[in-house]
């Protein structure tokens, strides 16, 4: 059996991250404003051919989902509790 030695895109990153921390992420455009939110899942999605582990947040500006790559956040404020 052939071992897969690609790990999915942001493998290590996510590691860093958990369900319920408060995470910040700049926004592309003219203007590069910080968007802040609220991870409510991890996951891993196909993208270029490539696994990449995506992070979906609830936005506190809309309270609209989005999902971004984990690797293209930050993390402000750690979740210390095991509930959300």
């Not at 059996?1 to 003219?30: Q, R």
């Not at 995506?54 to 809309?62: E, I, S, T």
Request: charged share 30%.
């Amino acid at each position: 059996m052939v071992k897969d030695y690609w790990n999915p895109l942001g493998a290590n990153t996510a590691k860093k991250f958990k369900v319920g921390d408060l995470v910040s992420w700049k926004l592309l455009g003219p203007e590069k404003n910080k968007d802040f939110g609220i991870i409510i899942e991890i996951s891993e999605a196909p993208r270029g051919g490539r696994a990449v582990i995506l992070a979906k947040m609830v936005r506190f500006r809309d309270n609209n989902t989005t999902l971004v790559p984990i690797m293209s956040i930050k993390k402000v404020v750690e979740n210390k509790s095991n509930e959300i």
